[in-house]
């Protein structure tokens, strides 16, 4: 049974169907697991075995009489900090809500339940999600899987360690600016960044509203494309079929490739290749709107970010790590209008940069540019944090200020990844992709 901590959840839920896995035996497991980790106080902030165990029976009951609601019914997974769980607290990673416990679900929990999924519990996370380290003083700092002196990658930082230390088969975080896919880069993860707006943010604890994303953190493509379809209630993608022979890639360099640690440069060279061999056509291009796109950034984001922690912040500033104190209250003065006017110039810049990728089948780059960094010195050099922060969420965040969709997969090289970038809306044509690239790099 011990197997079953490292399956995908697409094989733990065929196990299921066939009738050899039982949904309660492998809850069991999985809630044994998290129960005696050397790491599960930094890993779970809550564990919800009570919920885990009803939903797991009745899962059962359903697989026993063939009436499984979904591929995954039965499947354990974890949940993010900022997900509203009914009865149970929902804090942010912030001592700022401590104590705060939700009425109702989500409404991706309340989908995804109906869709069989079990609940495990409440992953840590970075301090109101307003960081891509992972690090976080105030309540914990999850484990790298590849390095025990490293920060795991953020803001959905325990969301992979659950899954990349076999405590859940997948898990659901949150991308602002590269919260799922920067941690499942550094945990060597599949993590789907969502075109904004596909799936709910009701009862989701919001960062910035108008880049807020929800997606999972998986083993495998397929692991990705079957929890999409249970946080939304829908049918999965048909993966089947896919070949690279005769896709057109863009290999992006306009900002992506400055800086990049050379362990992450190679990893994503090597990926290249094998995508060519692969039969993928692969063309070096720039990107002239990005820059500009990059130069906004921070007043769109800050802002944003300050109209929905505002009265937190202000009222308790002290109770704050005081970097994600100071970069919150960077938006306390970007003027409404030199906010409005920077979402119309975005908006302009988007419409470019979706003509100019329209001949390609999707955008490449690194996963990160850097390696992840060591936790303590972020904690005790202030200039290393701040450099470390903005690059790596760098890369991540061209498909969040482009508002597209984009999935980071392994390249076989520990903690570096692949980004596979696209327009809004194109999640299912992403993931048709990513599954042949998966194979290609395997």
Known sequence: MQEWLWATAAD?????????????DLCEVYLAA???????????????ADRARDEARAASLRAEANQRLSPLDGVPVSWKDLFDTAGVGTEAGTALMAGRVPEAD????????GMGLVCLGKTHM????????GLNPITATPPCVNDENAVPGGSSSGAAASVAFGLAAAAVGSDTGGSVRI?????????????HGRLSLDGVVPLCSAFD??????????DAALMLAALEGGQP?????????????????TVVLDDVADASMTGYAAALEKLSAAGAIIEEVHAPMLPRAFEMSLPLYTADAYANWAEYVEDAPDKMFPQILERVRGGRDVLAHEYLAAWDELRDIREAYDDWIAGYDAVLCPGAAN???DADRLMTDDVYYKDQNLLTLRNTRVANLMGGASIAVPTGVPSVGLLINGPAGSDARMLRIAASVEAALA
């Open 12 to 24: 733990l839920g065929r196990g299921i169907a066939a009738g050899e896995i039982d949904p309660v």
């Open 34 to 48: 998290i129960d005696t980790h050397p790491h599960l106080d930094r890993i779970y902030a809550r564990v919800t």
């Open 106 to 113: 989500a409404e991706v929990l309340r989908v995804a339940t």
């Open 126 to 133: 970075s301090e109101i999600a307003f960081s891509g380290l």
């Open 183 to 195: 941690p499942s880069v550094w945990n060597d993860l599949v993590g789907l960044k969502t075109t």
């Open 213 to 222: 994303t929800v997606g999972p953190l998986c083993r495998s493509v397929e």
């Open 237 to 253: 993608v048909d993966l089947a079929g896919g070949s690279l022979k005769g896709m057109r890639f863009a290999a992006l360099q």
């Open 371 to 373: 390696m992840p960094p």
